[in-house]
């Protein structure tokens, strides 16, 4: 009787476990599901980060392609940085695509091109090895510049509105002794991308110039699942960002 009751609740554990999972929104599960999967698997040495990271050289003259993919999925072996970024980037990546991009995975996937290549070509003159830190740095960007009324708290220490967000991070990196090379070209990327599409299209003479291909709209937008419940951060005006980067009212 006790091993039936302890399988049927192993059982019910792991359905709200997989309803839960399949909730996040397509394009934050895929992303955030291959940083994981990458780090596990370069801790149980099934591959190398020498397999993994951004070498143009390698790209080019051998063909290794993979690398302008995997440098944006590995963050380093587990430890307090890879749980930082990790939060960071399903957090931010999530309140986006249930945000501003809701029903709009296409433009979504879009912004992920855009970035990723972006970033990539600087990349190539920056001398960073693994580019996924300046691409959540540019998630977080455009977040914080579309929701510039609410207010943050890192850490207990300092307030802040949402633009100072990714500041405040990079100030961070800096106390930790780390390179800020890495968050200044996200913030550069995330600019970028909210000038042309956000600010540009609005000013006088201007026009939008980021045009989300047909193929990626008849890939990915389709009807909304009823049953999806999206996070609540987005109606949220005020919030204390805490260590696990959520936000409390």
């Not at 540019?138 to 307030?159: A, D, E, K, Q, T």
């Not at 930790?176 to 970028?192: A, F, P, T």
Request: aromatic fraction near 18%; charged fraction near 15%; hydrophobic fraction near 50%.
């Amino acid at each position: 009787m006790a091993d039936s009751e302890a399988g049927a609740a192993a059982a019910g554990m792991a359905h709200s476990f997989t309803q839960e999972y399949f909730q996040i929104p397509v394009v934050t599960r895929a992303y955030t599901t291959a940083c994981v999967l990458t780090t596990a698997a370069v801790q149980l040495e099934f591959i190398s980060p020498f397999q993994l990271y951004f070498n143009p050289e390698l790209i080019i003259r051998r063909y290794q392609i993979w690398r302008l993919i995997t440098s944006f999925l590995f963050f380093g072996s587990l430890g307090f940085s890879f749980v930082f970024n990790i939060i960071f980037l399903y957090r931010y990546c999530r309140m986006l695509e249930e945000g501003c991009f809701r029903g709009r995975t296409a433009d979504f996937v879009f912004m992920f091109l855009f970035g990723g290549i972006v970033i990539t070509l600087f990349g190539l003159f920056a001398n960073i090895f693994f580019l996924g830190q300046a691409f959540i740095i540019m998630l977080v960007y455009v977040w914080s510049r579309r929701h510039p009324l609410i207010r943050m708290n890192f850490f207990g220490l300092l307030n802040f509105q949402a633009p100072f967000l990714p500041w405040v991070l990079m100030g961070f990196s800096l106390l930790l002794g780390n390179s800020i090379v890495v968050d200044l070209l996200g913030i550069s990327v995330g600019h970028m991308y909210y000038f042309l599409e956000d600010v540009f299209p609005n000013q006088p003479g201007g026009r939008k110039l980021l045009m989300t291909p047909e193929l990626l709209r008849a890939m990915f937008d389709r009807p909304e699942d009823p049953d999806y419940h999206p996070l609540l951060e987005e109606q949220q005006q005020d919030g204390d960002l805490q260590p696990n980067g959520e936000q409390h009212n």
